[in-house]
């Protein structure tokens, strides 16, 4: 069973950096390629970035590529998210999500995930 809990989250100003967490408790953590995605108000769950299982392959949106670095740690049952360079249209929940086995791409779509976490709040200001 694969329990995702995110942390990290919190309040900072345009061009600071933040770096959000989410840790896995189950035993099975190395087998599943991870992502991060973030829903604004009002907005759709957008993809933001993906890790494969074997840690080898990230892949980015466009819009925070060059900004932000997605990693992991398997002993740790652990992926991160640094943020660099925020902008206020960075502010979201932040989730983590979870499909075993899945190639980066395949992580794009929300219904692509198996498993969610329940958000962290990023809020950067003007």
């Known amino acids: 069973q694969v329990q995702l809990v995110e942390s990290g989250g919190g309040l900072v100003q345009a061009g600071g950096s933040l770096r959000l967490s989410c840790a896995d408790s189950?035993?099975?953590?190395?087998?599943?390629?991870m992502a991060w995605f973030r829903q604004a108000p009002g907005k759709e769950r957008e993809f933001v970035a993906a890790?494969?299982?074997?840690?080898?392959?990230?892949y980015y949106a466009d819009s925070v590529k060059g900004r932000f670095t997605i990693s992991r740690d398997n002993a740790k049952n652990t992926v991160y998210l640094q943020m660099n360079s925020l902008k206020p249209e960075d502010t979201a929940v932040y989730y983590c999500?979870?499909?075993?086995?899945?190639?980066?791409?395949?992580?794009?779509?929300?219904?692509?995930?198996?498993?969610w976490g329940k958000g962290t709040l990023v809020t950067v200001s003007s």
């Open positions: 999500g979870a499909r075993i086995y899945s190639t980066n791409q395949a992580m794009r779509v929300p219904n692509a995930i198996q498993y």
């Open positions: 890790i494969i299982w074997s840690g080898g392959s990230t």
């Open positions: 189950g035993r099975t953590f190395s087998s599943y390629t």
